[in-house]
Nanobody, 125 residues
Framework: QVQLVESGGGLVQAGGSLRLSCAAS????????MGWFRQAPGKEREFVAA????????HYADFVKGRFTISRSNAKYTVYLQMGSLKPEDTAIYFC??????????????????WGQGTQVTVSS
């Protein structure tokens, strides 16, 4: 089992940047594919990005391509989400998640086994 704790959220103006971090409790962190999801008020949780166990493969939702970058440090048990060119519609609670079964995390929240508590990102216009 792994516990996940997100940090780095906050209030930023449109066009600005933030870097989210997600720290894992387990030394087996490198055996989990990792993903980021987000949920805006009144909306379903949606996939943002995922990275493979090794960190060599990643994929993104179309709406963040070219603006967000996911990465991980297996030495630090941490996954990151670098967000740039932020838009008001990026406002949401951002969650990291761990998938123990797949080498590269998928786009469905059902595929993930462990979740953090989330961190709020608010982008003002």
């Amino acid at each position: 089992q792994v516990q996940l704790v997100e940090s780095g959220g906050g209030l930023v103006q449109a066009g600005g940047s933030l870097r989210l971090s997600c720290a894992a409790s387990s030394s087996t962190f490198s055996s989990y594919a990792m993903g980021w999801f987000r949920q805006a008020p009144g909306k379903e949780r949606e996939f943002v990005a995922a990275v493979s166990r090794s960190g060599l493969s990643e994929h993104y939702a179309d709406f963040v391509k070219g603006r967000f970058t996911i990465s991980r440090s297996n030495a630090k048990y941490t996954v990151y989400l670098q967000m740039g060119s932020l838009k008001p519609e990026d406002t949401a609670i951002y969650f990291c998640a761990a998938d123990r079964s797949r080498a590269l995390g998928g786009t469905s929240s059902r595929e993930y086994d462990y979740w953090g508590q989330g961190t709020q990102v608010t982008v003002s216009s």
